[in-house]
């Protein structure tokens, strides 16, 4: 159980297109997921909450506009990068709290993350 | 904000030795996560330590929470080539925050 898929797996994509990726909780419902970004090397950080049914919030230093949060659905997060620059070029991970995973603390069960390259 | 910084950054051992990485953090934590990540994938969790001075095993795994709740152990016994990743520590509490990971690689 506690399944989270990701799709694409990875995406080569032109500067200045917009990119769109999709989180699913396969098993279970998710009233809040997080977006995560990875570079190379480096550990992963959060980039915003999305919570189903409610605006996304974002940590600082990460443009709202340009990565638009869509939580529609309690098994469904979508991430679209606007306008994408090849800075923008990194391993996307997000992840699903399952509320009721029987663990201490809300778990959060991480999908396995889309690779974007903006050329 | 809270930092967790993990040392050593990488290590680079002989299959079957034993391997020890530690994790320690500006500021308490009530639970510590030991996450790994294998490439091109998202992490997976090994362990959750929840009680100060708590060790728990997974397997060839074992891992410590600190008495100061600052900190955090990992110990991998008798590696094999499939322990190859990046382990992260992480603490959750409103949000997750992980580690700066410790790359393990096997030499063959």
């Known amino acids: 159980g506690a399944v989270v898929s990701q799709h694409p797996s990875w995406v080569i994509c032109k500067s200045g297109t917009s990119v769109k990726i999709e989180c699913r909780s396969l098993d279970f419902q998710a009233t809040t997921m997080f977006w995560y970004r990875q570079f190379p090397k480096q550990s992963l950080m959060l980039m915003a909450t999305?919570?189903?049914?409610?605006?996304?919030?974002?940590e600082q230093g990460v443009e709202k506009d340009k990565f638009l949060i869509n939580h529609a659905s309690l098994t469904l997060s979508t991430l679209t990068v606007t306008s994408a620059h090849p800075e923008d070029s990194s391993f996307y991970i997000c992840?699903?709290?399952?509320?009721?995973?029987?663990?201490?603390?809300?778990?959060?069960?991480f999908g396995p993350g889309t690779r974007l390259t903006v050329l | 904000g809270q930092q967790l910084n993990q040392s050593p950054q990488s290590m680079f051992i002989q299959e079957g030795e034993d391997v020890s990485m530690n994790c320690t953090s500006s500021?308490?934590?009530?639970?510590w996560l030991w996450y790994k990540q294998d490439p091109g994938e998202g992490p997976v969790l090994l362990i959750a330590l929840y009680k100060a001075g708590e060790l728990t095993s997974n397997g060839r795994l074992t891992a410590q929470f600190g008495i100061t709740r600052k900190d955090s152990f990992l110990n991998i016994s008798a590696s094999i080539p499939s322990d190859v990743g990046i382990y992260f520590c992480?603490?959750?509490?409103?949000?997750?925050?992980f580690g700066t990971g410790t790359r393990l690689t096997i030499i063959p």
């Open positions: 999305s919570n189903e049914g409610s605006k996304a919030t974002y």
């Open positions: 992480a603490g959750p509490k409103e949000k997750l925050t």
């Open positions: 992840s699903a709290l399952d509320r009721g995973s029987g663990s201490a603390y809300n778990e959060q069960f």
């Open positions: 500021s308490i934590f009530n639970t």
